[in-house]
């Protein structure tokens, strides 16, 4: 099994820092708005970002699971 990417939606607080950062793995939606992972395999041409989301995300609501 390989690693997901996931969101604890009690700690995210929509701040949109993951979208901006990495916008094909998060988007948003809602009200109020959370973080909605779209891409749980994180994003191959750029597997960077998805890390620097991890590491920006204020509440550090992102991480992986699985493995
Ligand atoms: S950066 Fe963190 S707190 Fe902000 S929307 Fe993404 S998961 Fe939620």
Same mark, same amino acid.
């Given at each position: =099994?390989?690693? =997901? &990417? @996931? @969101?604890? !939606?009690? #700690?995210?607080?929509? *701040? %949109?820092?993951?979208?901006?950062?990495?916008? /094909? &793995? +998060? #988007? !948003?939606? %809602?009200?109020?708005? /959370? *973080? !909605? @992972? /779209?891409?749980?395999? %994180?994003?191959?041409?750029?597997?960077?970002?998805?890390? +620097? #989301? =991890?590491? =920006? *995300?204020?509440?550090? #609501?992102?991480?992986?699971?699985?493995?």
């Amino acid at each position: =099994m390989s690693h =997901m &990417v @996931v @969101v604890d !939606l009690e #700690a995210c607080i929509g *701040c %949109g820092t993951c979208r901006s950062l990495c916008p /094909k &793995v +998060f #988007a !948003l939606r %809602g009200d109020p708005r /959370k *973080c !909605l @992972v /779209k891409d749980p395999d %994180g994003d191959p041409t750029d597997p960077a970002c998805l890390e +620097f #989301a =991890m590491d =920006m *995300c204020p509440t550090e #609501a992102i991480t992986w699971q699985g493995g």
